[in-house]
Every structure is written in C-alpha cells, then in structure tokens.
C-alpha cells in the first residue's frame, strides 16, 4: 500500500500508532479519511471533566489531524460521522450542532449521529470521523 500516505500528529497521535498499531488519518489521492477523533488532549493525554469541552477537543482534534496530514481543515470536511455515549442527550446535541456551525460555517456536511453504548477508552464521550476532499468546499 504505497501508494498510501499515513499521518499521526505530536503527542496522542505518536502514542496512539506505537501502543495501538493505527494512525491517525490517511491521504488517498485528493482526499483525507480520519480515524474516530476522541476529545482527548493531545499534549497531556487527559480528556476534559465536562463535556462541551470534550466535544470541542474533539472537533480541534479533527482539524489538527487533518492539517496533519496536509488538508487545510474543517472547510475540506464532506462526510461527518459522530459516536456519542448519550445521543438523546439534548445539551450535548446542542453543543455539537453549534461546533459544526463553528467549524464549517459555510458548508453542511453529510451527517451521520450515532449513539454507543462504550467507546475505546472508558474516559471517551464522544468520538469523530470525517471524510475530507482537498479540492475544497
């Protein structure tokens, strides 16, 4: 698979790819796939106590991933898919809905919203993975 360029970024990226054998995105031709974005610090690898903070680190952790890999962020964003621990949860869906405006004001992505019973780590509320296309929005 050569012809596949593979990006973690500094700190729970790096972490991620020795201890767990994955990366962080994949750049395939024009376009950038992620691996599910958690709201994990990627410095201190501590995850927030709330969770509209939790949300945005996740979102700040897509963008991060993707700049990573060579993508100019949330605006190349086409494909949305959100795990959550509490879908239903409707201060939670508020916050996420007003990070999308915040991170994509000008387009609206295909979106998908699903709701899990457990996540990778016991500290996770919510997990992100996106689709991006580097021709832009």
């Known amino acids: 698979m050569s012809h596949l360029q ?3 970024y500094p700190g729970f990226g790096e972490w991620a790819a020795e201890n767990f054998y994955y990366s962080q995105a994949v750049r ?3 376009q950038i796939k992620l691996s599910g974005q958690g709201g994990i610090n990627p410095q201190t690898q501590t995850f927030p106590s709330d969770i509209s903070s939790e949300i945005y ?3 700040s952790n897509v963008d991060l991933a993707l700049k990573t890999a060579g993508g100019e962020g949330w605006n190349q964003v086409y494909s949305v898919r959100v795990y959550m621990l509490n879908p239903q949860d409707e201060a ?3 916050i ?3 990070n999308l405006r915040t991170w994509m004001p000008d387009h609206m992505p295909l979106f998908t919203y699903i709701g899990v019973d457990s996540l990778a780590m016991k500290e996770m509320r919510i997990e992100i993975e996106v ?3 580097l021709g832009g929005c």
Do not use: P, R
Request: proline letters at 0%; hydrophobic letters at 45%.
């Open 92 to 94: 939670a869906t508020t």
């Open 131 to 133: 689709e991006a296309h």
């Open 28 to 30: 395939i031709g024009d």
């Open 57 to 59: 680190q996740a979102f």
């Open 6 to 8: 593979y990006f973690n």
């Open 96 to 98: 996420l809905v007003q």
